[in-house]
Structure formats: C-alpha cells, structure tokens
C-alpha cells in the first residue's frame, strides 16, 4: 500500500511558511524579493526535499504585508523587471518571538503523542496475538 497522498506520508502537514519566511528575513534585514526568500527557505530543514510552491509563497507574503508582519517596497534599480522587496516589521519581529513559544509546545506534544502512538501499536500488536 502507498502512503504518498495521506496525510501520514508528511506531505500535507502544515510546513511553516509563515514563520520560516520570518526567519529568513530576520537573517536579511535590508530585505529580499520573493525569489531569493524561496532560495533561502532551502535552508530550512522542513524545506530541504521540497520547497513551497511559488504561487502560494507569494500569497503568503501577500497575505503578511497586508497583516502588517511585512513591509514591501518596489527595487527598481538594476536591469529587469521591477521586484518587490520584503522586510519584516517590528510586528513580524514580535510575531516570530511568539512562534518560537508556540514551536515549543508544538514540539512537546509532538513526543506525546508519538509516544501514546507507539504505545496504541504495541498494545494492536499484543491484542493481535492473543
């Protein structure tokens, strides 16, 4: 049986973008466009096998500038197309400070219930025998 469209495989669960494109551009005060944001969300771990869709980063960034967490401006310098350039604001500086409790918890109820899971799995598997 192939696991790879329920929601147990991990590729649906909910991967963070919110506070890992805050991380991002707490590391990059001056800012980045949505482009370079992506390439960064490389480095974090939850992206290492697979980057967010580019169609939904943009909405989040949409979405977060207009929540007041970002600021945009446009970079029309260089050759090209204008881009917008993203920096967090002291909302988004405050909302990050926030997630890192809410990842905490996260964290600890995660090992909870992988335990109680583990633990529902052997006591199927001793039911199983008898």
């Keep these: 049986m192939s ?13 963070f973008v919110r506070p ?10 001056r800012g980045l466009h949505g482009y370079l944001i992506a390439q960064h969300l490389r480095g974090v771990a939850i992206f290492a096998e697979c980057l967010p869709d580019t169609t939904g980063l943009y909405r989040v960034l949409k979405s977060m500038e207009t929540e007041g967490y ?23 500086r405050e909302c990050l400070r926030q997630w890192v409790a809410t990842l905490d918890r996260y964290a600890a109820n995660l090992v909870q219930t992988r335990a109680y899971i583990e633990q529902s ?10």
């Design 3 to 15: 696991f790879g469209d329920c929601a147990c495989s991990g590729n649906t669960l909910d991967r």
């Design 20 to 29: 890992s494109v805050m991380a991002v551009l707490a590391r990059h005060p």
């Design 70 to 92: 970002l600021a945009a401006d446009w970079d029309l310098e260089g050759s090209g197309p204008a881009r917008r350039v993203y920096t967090l604001t002291e909302s988004g």
């Design 121 to 130: 799995l052997q006591r199927d598997a001793g039911a199983a025998k008898t």
